[in-house]
């Protein structure tokens, strides 16, 4: 209702204002009234067709800014067609319908700024009504967790139904459902990890018997399955579990902008990376670079650049990971390390082609083998460059892995942002990495 009145009152305002400007006429104004209704009719229900009113849609500010920047257009161009059709071209000017244009995109775009930071404020104290559901889920899932998210859309859970270590639901649960729908709830949610989809199936048939909607939702392997990309295949639906490599369109577009950036960077740092190449030059014996093979995309060996900081230059079978306060660690190498400094000379295995400035990590051969062995998903990894820096990194999985645990929390990363590659997710991530840079650190 607010698009449509903010729409409504910008179109007839545009055009009475840029008559009155322009030519110095007051003009009719119900005639301009009738254009606005049509371009917030129009607007509204093409919004509505993709579901951007729904109150988790609304908060993703991303999103409503780009369907704002594709429909507004749109429906200025279904008006122009209508105006078109029925010869009211002399009576519509071009300036107008752009003045129109711009206070309308404008206005949008601070109205979703304004949504973002208003509808979790008004949930949180209640302004709207709430949905309320009955949640019922196994013994170890995080309940307090998906309360304090669900509250976040205007979900309340007033009732949590325990299922057994059978995955049996409670006859309690079934017989509340049973009869008249429960004035506290509206919605019963399942939580399903089990791989029994024929018992899953039975409790969905007990629970027609209520006229309640009912939503599952998968923890586990299968929950992992759903969660990919939606796609048809012979009049099937199909999960997109591990996504194609990059598209031609979509490697050159990363190409352009890692050699774009890593140009960029190279000459404007130059000064620093002479400086610091004499400092490591000067603080302690052996060459200022230092080489290691590393595998990039597809397991392809390629040498790693770096400033050298530390006594060594471990290249084999065996090498020793750093740790905090490592006795190899040279005084220069220290600083260098902590500054993200020693990490500079990478820039020119971008340019090259053998890394991006976004991707996964890469790590020492000797470690790539012990972690392809013990984890499966590791190798992964490798469908696309790696790069200086990436997700993994931004979210606090940086530094050394002293256990399985802490890789595996960071391959999760990498695998998000293979499976969800954008140029605006690079640029993102960049963005992040420079916020950080004070304490950013790689200790490969």
Same mark, same amino acid.
């Given at each position: 209702m607010v698009d449509f009145v903010f729409l409504l %009152? %910008?179109?007839? /305002?545009?055009f009475l204002l840029y008559e009155q400007i322009t030519f110095g006429l007051v003009a009719d104004p119900s005639r301009y009234v009738g254009i606005g209704m049509v371009i917030a009719m129009s607007f509204v229900l093409a919004m509505h067709s993709a579901q951007a009113y729904r109150p988790e849609k609304v908060l993703l500010l991303r999103h409503q800014i780009r369907l704002i920047c594709i429909l507004t257009p749109t429906t200025l161009a279904f008006l122009l067609t209508v105006i078109f @059709? @029925?010869?009211l071209g002399s009576s519509v000017s071009r300036g107008s319908i752009l003045l129109t244009t711009i206070a309308s995109l404008s206005g949008l775009i601070a109205l979703r700024y304004f949504w973002r930071a208003f509808i979790p404020f008004a949930l949180a104290r209640g302004v709207f009504g709430r949905r309320r559901v009955l949640l019922i889920c196994g013994d170890g899932f995080p309940v307090l967790q998906f309360q304090a998210r669900a509250a976040g859309v205007g979900t309340t859970v007033t009732e949590v139904a325990r299922l057994s270590e059978d995955g049996d639901v409670p006859l309690r649960c079934l017989d509340l459902l049973a009869g008249a729908p429960p004035a506290h709830i509206d919605e019963v949610v399942i939580v399903w990890r089990s791989a029994d989809m024929t018992k899953l199936d039975d409790y969905l048939g007990q629970l027609r018997r209520s006229t309640l909607p009912v939503s599952v939702t998968f923890e586990g392997l299968v929950g992992g399955i759903v969660a990919g990309t939606? /796609?048809? &295949?012979?009049g099937m639906t199909a999960f997109q579990t591990q996504r194609p490599p990059l598209s031609l369109y979509e490697s050159t577009l990363k190409r352009l902008f890692d050699i774009c @950036?890593?140009?960029t960077t190279l000459l404007a740092l130059s000064p620093i990376l002479l400086i610091t190449a004499v400092a490591v030059k000067l603080d302690s014996k052996g060459p200022v670079f230092f *080489?290691? /093979? *590393?595998k990039g995309y597809g397991g392809r060996p390629f040498r790693i650049v770096k400033f050298r900081s530390m006594t060594v230059m471990e290249d084999g079978d065996e090498v020793r990971q750093a740790t905090r306060g490592d006795t190899r660690i040279t005084r220069v190498g220290a600083f260098i390390r902590s500054t993200s400094l020693d990490e500079l000379p990478q820039f020119w295995n971008v340019l090259k082609g053998e890394m991006s400035v976004v991707g996964p990590r890469p790590h020492a051969n000797a470690h790539d083998e012990y972690f392809d062995a013990q984890i499966g998903e590791?190798? @992964? *990894? *490798?469908?696309?460059?790696?790069g200086l820096t990436g997700w993994a990194? &931004?979210?606090?999985c940086r530094g050394e892995t002293p256990d399985l645990k802490k890789m595996e929390e960071r391959i999760f990363h990498d695998?998000?942002? &293979?499976?969800n590659w954008s140029l605006w997710l690079d640029l993102k991530i960049v963005c992040r990495t420079v916020c950080l840079f004070h304490d950013f650190r790689d200790v490969y």
């Open positions: %009152a %910008a179109s007839a /305002t545009g @059709f @029925f010869k939606l /796609t048809k &295949i012979g @950036f890593s140009l *080489r290691q /093979t *590393r590791y190798v @992964f *990894r *490798r469908h696309v460059k790696p990194q &931004i979210n606090k695998l998000w942002y &293979i499976n």
